[in-house]
């Protein structure tokens, strides 16, 4: 069973574009069902797939079980998982402990799933040497501003230079269940590191529903665990950026993760120069990398990972990847050049 993802991404790239979403970051629509599918795979398993539209993108689980019924509920309960946590994590709704937070510049009794993803996000800010950063939020939202109401006025090279005195994850103060901003204007956007956590989540409330074998596509985010027809591995296709199905490579996962971060799905002008990776030192979308895909042992790990690498120069950002245990990483440049990590390999991981 072949998994691919640009069957997905091209799907979310139109929704985007019809629904006027694109150029918002992953601001979510909220939750449109599709009709659940469920087959007799073989003579002793059922697989069930469903695709919905949550947390800003097309959610798609798939998973094999001897029980129909189980199965289904199982699903269910996933998909009631990504509500919830979108709930939580959507700084585009003003009900959410998030937005009040970049709102008020401080949240006390946060909820535990924003205290771990925060936590986590500085985490990798400081293992990525500032490369992954989530207060480069206010950036984002000008590019967003700038160029809704402008229609194609460059931004002003001013008006970055003073947002950037408002970009850096040291002036977060996390301690004791609350959380502030060391300066006032500053904001947070978890769009590199949420979609990843969520995917983990869900994955967690599938194992506890005894699902020995699924896939969980979030808009590239990726987790699998067991196999895809009880024998083989899940075969994923990394995305091709020029959207001409000349795919970088494939991949077979068993129990892993992959996440790939892209400038070629959400941008704000036409020119595709401002897109919604955003390098914290220079307050610009970097264009040195068009795709980064890694692989890695939770998906928030390999989300936070390829946003980080996307960030970095191609040949440094591998090299970084090529000093952390089980992660791989492929980089693709706007020239079509690949770089591959040591450790990437076009087989089973």
Same mark, same amino acid.
């Given at each position: 069973?072949?998994?691919?993802?640009?069957?997905?991404?091209?799907?979310?790239?139109?929704?985007?574009?019809?629904? &006027?979403?694109?150029?918002?970051?992953?601001?979510? #629509?909220?939750?449109?069902?599709?009709?659940?599918?469920?087959?007799?795979?073989?003579? +002793?398993?059922?697989?069930?797939?469903?695709?919905?539209?949550?947390?800003?993108?097309?959610?798609?689980?798939?998973?094999?079980?001897?029980?129909?019924?189980? #199965?289904?509920?199982?699903?269910?309960? #996933?998909?009631?998982?990504?509500?919830?946590?979108?709930?939580?994590?959507?700084? $585009?709704?003003?009900? @959410? &402990?998030?937005?009040?937070?970049?709102?008020?510049?401080?949240?006390?009794?946060?909820?535990?799933?924003?205290?771990?993803?925060?936590?986590?996000?500085?985490?990798?800010?400081?293992?990525?040497?500032? #490369?992954?950063?989530? @207060?480069?939020?206010?950036?984002?939202?000008?590019?967003?501003?700038?160029?809704?109401?402008?229609?194609?006025?460059? =931004?002003?090279?001013?008006?970055?230079?003073?947002?950037?005195?408002?970009?850096?994850?040291?002036?977060?103060?996390?301690?004791?269940?609350?959380?502030? $901003?060391?300066?006032?204007?500053?904001?947070? @956007?978890?769009?590199?590191?949420?979609?990843?956590?969520?995917?983990?989540?869900?994955?967690?409330?599938?194992?506890?529903?005894?699902?020995?074998?699924?896939?969980?596509?979030?808009?590239?985010?990726?987790?699998?665990?067991?196999?895809?027809?009880?024998?083989?591995?899940?075969?994923?296709?990394?995305?091709?950026? $020029?959207?001409?199905?000349?795919?970088?490579?494939?991949?077979?996962?068993?129990?892993?993760?992959?996440?790939?971060?892209?400038?070629?799905?959400?941008?704000?002008?036409?020119?595709?120069? $401002?897109?919604?990776?955003?390098?914290?030192?220079?307050?610009?979308? =970097?264009?040195?990398?068009?795709?980064?895909?890694?692989?890695?042992?939770?998906?928030?790990?390999?989300?936070?990972? +390829?946003?980080?690498?996307?960030?970095?120069?191609?040949? =440094? &950002?591998?090299?970084?990847?090529?000093?952390?245990?089980?992660?791989?990483?492929?980089?693709?440049? =706007?020239?079509?050049?690949?770089?591959?990590?040591?450790?990437?390999?076009?087989?089973?991981?």
């Amino acid at each position: 069973m072949e998994k691919r993802l640009d069957q997905y991404q091209l799907n979310r790239r139109s929704f985007l574009k019809m629904s &006027g979403l694109l150029g918002l970051g992953v601001a979510s #629509a909220g939750i449109i069902p599709v009709t659940a599918e469920t087959v007799k795979f073989d003579q +002793s398993m059922y697989k069930v797939s469903k695709t919905k539209l949550g947390i800003g993108t097309f959610v798609a689980i798939t998973l094999l079980h001897s029980s129909k019924d189980q #199965a289904e509920q199982a699903l269910g309960l #996933a998909f009631t998982e990504v509500s919830r946590l979108e709930n939580v994590l959507n700084r $585009f709704d003003q009900r @959410t &402990g998030l937005s009040y937070l970049n709102q008020k510049g401080n949240l006390k009794s946060l909820p535990p799933d924003l205290e771990t993803v925060i936590a986590a996000s500085l985490y990798y800010h400081r293992l990525t040497n500032g #490369a992954f950063d989530i @207060t480069v939020q206010p950036i984002v939202d000008y590019y967003k501003e700038k160029f809704q109401n402008k229609g194609n006025v460059n =931004p002003s090279d001013q008006e970055i230079h003073n947002l950037l005195g408002l970009v850096d994850s040291r002036n977060i103060l996390l301690n004791n269940r609350s959380v502030s $901003f060391a300066k006032t204007g500053m904001g947070i @956007t978890l769009d590199g590191i949420a979609k990843g956590y969520i995917v983990d989540r869900v994955a967690e409330v599938l194992a506890k529903q005894k699902i020995e074998h699924f896939l969980i596509n979030a808009g590239g985010e990726i987790r699998t665990m067991g196999k895809a027809d009880k024998s083989k591995p899940w075969r994923i296709a990394i995305q091709d950026p $020029f959207k001409k199905k000349n795919y970088p490579d494939q991949i077979e996962l068993n129990n892993g993760a992959l996440a790939t971060s892209g400038s070629y799905e959400v941008y704000f002008d036409q020119e595709k120069m $401002f897109h919604h990776i955003v390098n914290p030192r220079t307050g610009l979308s =970097p264009h040195q990398s068009i795709s980064v895909s890694v692989v890695a042992e939770t998906t928030m790990q390999a989300d936070a990972l +390829s946003t980080g690498v996307f960030v970095m120069e191609p040949g =440094p &950002g591998i090299a970084f990847i090529d000093t952390l245990p089980q992660c791989a990483a492929l980089v693709m440049t =706007p020239q079509g050049r690949i770089l591959k990590s040591k450790t990437w390999k076009s087989a089973t991981v």
